[in-house]
């Protein structure tokens, strides 16, 4: 008679981070886990079978094969180590009817003959499925104690992924375990699944010389390595208002706790104006396994919607992590929209002539260049340049926004015109604002009068001459009024106010 003994199946994990038990048993409780002796797999009881027991001792015994009464002698099961914790107590192993019917309980077999016993499989499995989501480096660990006999008595090991209903081999041809041996098995295709269960499976076949102990096993365990955790608190922002039309340079503090992997990546997002973060916009990210208290450069970019209830919060990539928002609003503001207005009004004036500039739209200005101008700060200044100048306006608002305008200051010699004069006469009021009375004195054979302004152009005419000219159309500016005469043309300037 031959005995098979396998001890335990543990699952361990073994990588750099802590292991989970995630299930085990050393059967001091029983074979309340486990489904002993099912069908799986062709399995049957009929000369051998699964128990759950502390029975250790051998004996001799008898049993009848066609009413011939045959003796035998079933050995001792080999003591266990010190490394099993309830050392020698109870285990999962197979027993033989036979040596059961003489009072022998240990873990020993009856081998097939193909006569009086025949070829059998003995499937014991996990009762219940063990759920591994979360887990990483799945691995099962246990004692084995076998003999058996290569290619007639051997063990396997089996799992499931479908709560049994389909098997797959993992370890098979087990035997000449003889002392108490540890075992560790990992598989990638255990971590992370809903639903896995292990299986044992004893084959008994004829053969030549099949010995005890018989397939046993002993103080199991299911561990794996949990997922790494994290949490991420998004800090306070410094400044809290920002402006639509600039980018802006930021830090974002944050602290991470737990723990993170290698190739993480944090990310700075910005809400919408709302505070939503359904579709954020990415402002900066920090590759980094670390934890604790740290920070990222950022930018929040030009060109955002006006808002004030813009949030920033950090994110985490590995493990997958939300964090918490700044938890103040933040204000995108709208710059101001400047103006510049000019008297005269399109900004033409005569060489050594000046234009009043006035500023709008925010409340502090500075203007450039400054050299020709009255003052580089204020709304409202004097250009008198010697050339036709470009100016430029940076008017900064309440909050702290700012925009730019400009404004060209053409300048004309007008003195071809003023003396092209033959003949005197008189203008008032200059400045005017709604008409301009004619004087003409001694003027003699008086032909028209028209208004130029100072590119020329002109922009008034009267085929005679008139003692008051309405000249309220008139944009505010410097003009000329011409009067032609037998004696040729007289011209005098005025301003519209």
């Given at each position: ?359 709008s739209g925010a409340t502090v200005f500075g203007w450039s260049p400054a050299g020709s101008l009255s003052s580089a700060t204020g709304p409202n200044v004097t250009a008198t340049p010697t050339a036709t100048q470009v100016y430029t306006v940076i008017g900064t608002n309440a909050n702290g926004c700012s925009n730019s305008a400009t404004f ?80 040729g043309a007289s011209a005098k300037a005025f301003v519209k106010e």
């Amino acid at each position: 008679m031959n005995k098979l003994l396998l001890c335990g199946a543990l699952l361990t994990g073994l990588s750099v981070h802590s292991q989970t038990t995630l299930f085990q048993d050393d059967f001091e409780s029983g074979s309340g886990n486990w489904t002993l002796n099912s069908n799986d797999m062709s399995g049957a009881s009929t000369s051998n079978h699964w128990v759950v027991n502390n029975s250790y001792t051998g004996g001799s015994g008898s049993m009848v094969c066609f009413g011939v009464p045959i003796n035998f002698t079933i050995v001792t099961t080999p003591a266990q180590p010190g490394g099993i914790s309830n050392a020698n107590g109870k285990y999962m192993h197979i027993s033989s009817l036979a040596g059961e019917g003489s009072g022998v309980t240990n873990a020993n077999f009856i081998a097939s003959d193909g006569f009086c016993n025949f070829d059998e499989s003995n499937f014991v499995k996990m009762t219940n499925a063990l759920s591994t989501i979360g887990y990483s480096n799945v691995t099962l660990s246990f004692w084995e104690l076998i003999g058996g006999e290569s290619g007639s008595v051997t063990g396997e090991i089996y799992y499931s992924l479908d709560n049994g209903s389909s098997w797959i081999l993992k370890t098979g041809g087990i035997n000449n375990v003889t002392t108490w041996t540890s075992t560790s098995l990992a598989d990638a295709a255990w971590d992370n699944v809903s639903s896995l269960k292990i299986a044992f499976r004893f084959l008994n076949t004829a053969g030549s010389s099949p010995v005890d102990p018989a397939f046993a096993i002993d103080e199991l365990k299911i561990t794996g390595t949990a997922a790494a955790s994290a949490a991420v608190a998004t800090g306070a922002i410094t400044s809290t208002n920002y402006c639509s039309n600039t980018s802006a340079n930021i830090s974002v503090p944050f602290t991470a706790t737990g723990t993170v992997n290698a190739g993480n990546v944090y990310t700075a997002q910005l809400s919408s104006s709302t505070g939503s973060f359904a579709a954020p916009t990415a402002i900066g990210t920090l590759t980094s396994s670390a934890t604790g208290t740290l920070s990222i450069p950022a930018t929040i970019p030009s060109g955002l919607p006006v808002g004030t209830g813009y949030r920033i919060r950090v994110d985490a990539s590995d493990p997958a992590t939300v964090g918490t928002d700044n938890g103040t609003d933040l204000t995108i503001a709208a710059p101001p929209t400047v103006t510049i207005g000019s008297v005269p009004a399109n900004g033409t004036i005569c060489s050594g002539s000046s234009a009043s500039l006035t500023a709008s739209g925010a409340t502090v200005f500075g203007w450039s260049p400054a050299g020709s101008l009255s003052s580089a700060t204020g709304p409202n200044v004097t250009a008198t340049p010697t050339a036709t100048q470009v100016y430029t306006v940076i008017g900064t608002n309440a909050n702290g926004c700012s925009n730019s305008a400009t404004f060209t200051v053409t300048v004309q010699s007008c003195a071809g015109l003023e003396e092209a004069t033959s003949g005197e006469f008189e203008i008032y009021p200059n400045p005017a604002t709604q008409s301009l009375n004619v004087h003409v004195g001694e003027l003699k054979g008086l032909q028209s009068v028209s208004v130029l302004d100072l590119s020329g152009r002109t922009v008034l005419s009267f085929q005679s001459v008139l003692n008051a000219i309405d000249i309220s159309s008139l944009e505010s500016g410097k003009y000329f009024l011409v009067i032609m005469h037998e004696s040729g043309a007289s011209a005098k300037a005025f301003v519209k106010e």
